[in-house]
């Protein structure tokens, strides 16, 4: 019997360990920290062993291959040692894909990758199809082909995990964009982390689509360089293309083997440039799976975004609330900013990832009137942007920080949290940050 080691034991190891005990493997889940009592409870009911705080070699090394979770970097000494060994280790898509034979559509991106997951997950829902939306959001991809027959998978996957692939091969492959992020897990080498992202595509054939944002400079000179075998299908605001999807006067234009799909920008449920990006990209998608054009239209009319992305909360004495906590990098506080037409209090801060602000500088200037730091080191922001802003406050809860918006804000402004920083200095992840965010809102 073949040995699984799976190191982590999040959704994604979880996950796995319920596939790789279906598939007659020898299950030992190993995890450094506590392991959630939710999952603890999930491993004793299927009976797979496993260990808390700690690695313990002698059962860790004896693997026939090991799955390791995405949080844990190619450079940390164990998995260093565990090729030595000439042990596989696997990223959890690359694992999974073995064992289903569903059409995937697989996402990745710095930034825009959950709402378009989200909205060709919705396309296929409401054109009847059974599908499965997996990998960095809801149930895992592993949880979801060993307890489901799904046709097609609709996956967002992260950098991290492409690290990990060997075989992996996405039908449709999507890059919504590529901004600096996590350069700390590449030797801040933007080019390592540009080709992590690329990785998306490196085993697709000319029967394969690449979707891609032609606006996005660093992916079009890295094409140039490296070109991939799969179909390109660009999408662009700025340019009208001869395959693809582009905008022309008020509509949305998608031309894909020789058919012609229109529909009006205005008919979007989602609001921002970046959103009509993302619409394009996953309506493309839908268009090469042969989704009718009537599916699409409604989908995209009625569509409700991700929770914490731009998220409009409540509107106190003519003041909107937006938490937008999903913003753990600058370029997606770039969006959020740009599509704020009201004078705006800006909550942002957190662990910083080597973020450079000076991007945000034309918008702080336009539309900021106050930023509130929230963050257990804030230098970086007041540094960049304490001479551009006429007031600046310091703050290190969130509750805190929202009773300073409250009393900042005037009629008609709107507050803002999106922090381009990620959260794990006052929060769990990016989520508890947003549901505390909303949590205060509604305690004012």
């Known amino acids: ?75 940390a000494a164990l998995i260093v040692e565990i090729k030595e060994k000439g042990i596989p280790v696997l990223s959890e898509i690359e694992f999974v894909s073995k064992y289903t034979d569903a059409m995937i559509i697989g996402i990745t991106g710095s930034n825009g990758k959950t ?38 998978y609709v996956l967002e996957i992260s950098s991290f995990q492409l690290d990990g692939i060997v075989d992996f091969r996405p039908h449709i492959a999507i890059l919504t964009n590529i901004t600096p992020d996590h350069l700390d897990r590449y030797a801040y080498k933007f080019e390592n982390y540009v080709a992590s992202k690329f990785r998306i595509a490196e085993n697709q054939t000319k029967d394969d689509f690449f979707i891609y944002d032609a606006d996005d400079e660093v992916i079009v000179e890295w094409l140039a360089k490296n070109p991939v075998k799969s179909r390109l299908m660009p999408f662009s605001l700025k340019t009208q293309l001869e395959q693809g999807a582009f905008v022309k006067s008020d ?78 990098n600058v370029n997606a506080t770039y969006y959020a900013l740009d599509s704020m037409s009201a004078p705006t209090v800006w909550i942002a801060g957190g662990v910083d990832k080597g973020n450079d602000y000076k991007e945000l500088m034309p918008l702080v200037r336009e539309k900021v009137k106050a930023i509130i730091c929230l963050g257990n080191d804030n230098s970086k922001i007041v540094d960049a942007f304490g001479n551009v802003v006429d007031l600046m406050v310091e703050t290190y809860a969130m509750e805190e920080a ?33 549901r505390q965010f909303k949590e205060a809102i509604k305690n004012l």
């Open 1 to 75: 019997m073949a040995r699984l080691v799976i190191l982590g034991a999040g959704e994604s190891g979880v996950g796995t360990a319920i596939l790789g005990l279906k598939k007659g493997f020898e299950v030992f889940v190993s995890d450094k920290g506590r392991i959630k009592e939710k999952y603890k409870n999930v491993l004793e009911h299927i009976g797979i062993d496993w260990e808390e705080e700690k690695h313990s070699k002698h059962r860790i090394l004896n693997a026939d291959v090991v799955m390791k979770s995405p949080g844990i970097p190619d450079t």
């Open 402 to 434: 929202v009773k300073v918006a409250y009393k900042i804000a005037e009629r008609g402004d709107t507050v803002l949290l999106s922090p381009a920083c990620a959260s794990f200095d006052l929060f769990e992840n990016y989520e508890d940050r947003g």
């Open 251 to 328: 509509k949305i234009v998608i031309k894909t083997n020789n058919e012609i799909l229109e529909m009006m920008t205005s008919s979007l449920a989602l609001e921002g440039k970046h959103n009509l990006k993302n619409t394009m990209a996953a309506s493309t998608a839908a268009k090469l799976l042969g989704i009718r054009k009537e599916t699409i239209r409604a989908s995209i009319a009625n569509f409700q975004g991700a929770e914490h992305r731009l998220e409009k909360v409540l509107k106190i004495q003519h003041v909107q609330y937006i938490n937008d906590s999903k913003a753990t």
């Open 115 to 152: 709402t378009t997951t989200m909205l060709t997950h919705h396309i296929l829902v409401e054109e009847g199809l059974n599908v499965g939306m997996a990998g960095n959001i809801g149930d895992s991809f592993a949880k979801m082909v060993a307890e489901y027959n799904h046709d097609f």
